[in-house]
C-alpha cells in the first residue's frame, strides 16, 4: 500500500489507522461512550422468568457472559486465554469489587422449564451502587442464542423498575465501546442518551472533516453527501468548540463524562466490604 492510499482510506473513529513500513496497522481505539437515562418505571414483558441476582450467580453466570462477549469489540485483540481471565475478573468484580456494592435490582434470566436451559442464567443485567443519586449498569449481557427476543430490553426494564421501587437513585448510567454498534444501537433503541464528551466530538469532527476530503480529492463527493457532510462537521465543531470553552472555563466535568460518573471512594468504603455483594432474595 502507498502513502497516497493510506490516506485515501476512509477515517474510523473506533479504530487507530498506522502506516507503517508499507502496510495499514489497525488496533482498537478504546474510547468509552457514557449514556444515561432516568430511573423510572418499565413495562416489560419477558421471554423468560427473571429473577434477582444472588451472590452465587458469579460462576452461573461465567457460560452466558463468555458466549454473550466472545465476539464483541471490547475483546477483538484478546487471546481465549486472556478473554477467559477477563471473563471471570469483570464478574469477580462486581460481585466482590472493594469500592462499591451490587444492588438487589440487578436481575438475571433464567431457562425455561422443560428446556435444556431450565434453572440457568442465559442472562443478565447487573446493577452497581454509586452515589449523588445515580446508579451504574456495569454490564448486560445474554447468549446470542437469545439475542432479538426483546430479553436484553427485559433484563434492562425490570432493573430500572426496580431501581425506582428500591428508591434513591435519580439517573442509571451504562457504558458501551464507540466499536460495538450492537451496544451503542441497543442503548439508544431502550433509551439510553449519550453523554457529551469532548473526545468524541473531536473524533467526529475528524472523521466528517477527513471523508469531505476523501471524496472531494477522489470525485466521489456528490452533491447531497457535500451537504450531508458539512452538516456533520458543522454540528461537531460547534459541539467541540463548546466543550472546549468548557474546560477552560475549569468546568472539565461537563466536557468528560469518566470525571462526572467516576466512583469517588468514601471515608466508609471500608464498611462496603463487609456487606454481602447481592443480598440473597426470593424469586419473582
Known amino acids: 500500500m502507498s502513502l497516497e492510499e493510506f ?110 436451559e431450565a434453572g440457568r442464567p442465559i442472562g443478565a443485567a447487573l446493577v452497581l451502587a454509586q452515589e449523588e443519586g445515580w446508579a451504574l449498569l456495569d454490564m448486560i449481557f445474554v447468549k446470542p442464542t437469545w439475542h432479538r427476543r426483546g430479553l436484553a430490553t427485559a433484563l434492562a426494564a425490570a432493573a430500572l423498575t426496580a431501581l425506582h421501587e428500591q428508591g434513591g437513585y435519580r439517573t442509571l448510567v451504562s457504558r458501551y465501546h464507540l466499536g460495538n454498534e450492537p451496544s451503542r444501537a441497543w442503548h439508544h433503541n431502550f433509551g439510553f442518551a449519550d453523554e457529551p464528551d469532548l473526545r468524541l466530538a473531536q473524533l467526529h469532527l475528524r472523521a466528517a472533516i477527513h471523508e469531505l476530503r476523501r471524496l472531494r480529492e477522489s470525485g466521489q463527493l456528490t452533491s447531497q453527501e457535500n451537504r450531508r457532510l458539512n452538516r456533520e462537521r458543522a454540528r461537531w465543531q460547534k459541539e467541540a468548540d463548546r466543550l472546549e470553552a468548557l474546560v477552560k472555563a475549569g468546568r472539565e466535568d461537563e466536557a468528560d463524562p469518566w470525571r462526572k460518573w467516576r466512583r469517588k471512594p468514601r471515608d466508609d468504603e471500608m464498611i462496603v466490604l463487609k456487606k454481602p455483594a447481592v443480598p440473597q432474595q426470593k424469586d419473582v
Open 7 to 116: 490516506h485515501r482510506l476512509p477515517f474510523k473513529p473506533a479504530w487507530k489507522q498506522e502506516y507503517i513500513n508499507g502496510c495499514l496497522i489497525e488496533s482498537p481505539r478504546w474510547v468509552i461512550v457514557h449514556a444515561t437515562i432516568p430511573v423510572s418505571p418499565r413495562p416489560f414483558k419477558s421471554p423468560v422468568p427473571l429473577r434477582p441476582a444472588k451472590a452465587g450467580d458469579e460462576q452461573a453466570l461465567l457460560p452466558s457472559f463468555r458466549a454473550a462477549f466472545k465476539d464483541v469489540f471490547e475483546f477483538c485483540d484478546n487471546t481465549q486465554k486472556q478473554f477467559s481471565q477477563s471473563a471471570r475478573q469483570s464478574l469477580h468484580h462486581f460481585f466482590h469489587g472493594p469500592f462499591h456494592l451490587a444492588l438487589p435490582a440487578s436481575r438475571v434470566a433464567i431457562g425455561r422449564p422443560g428446556t435444556l
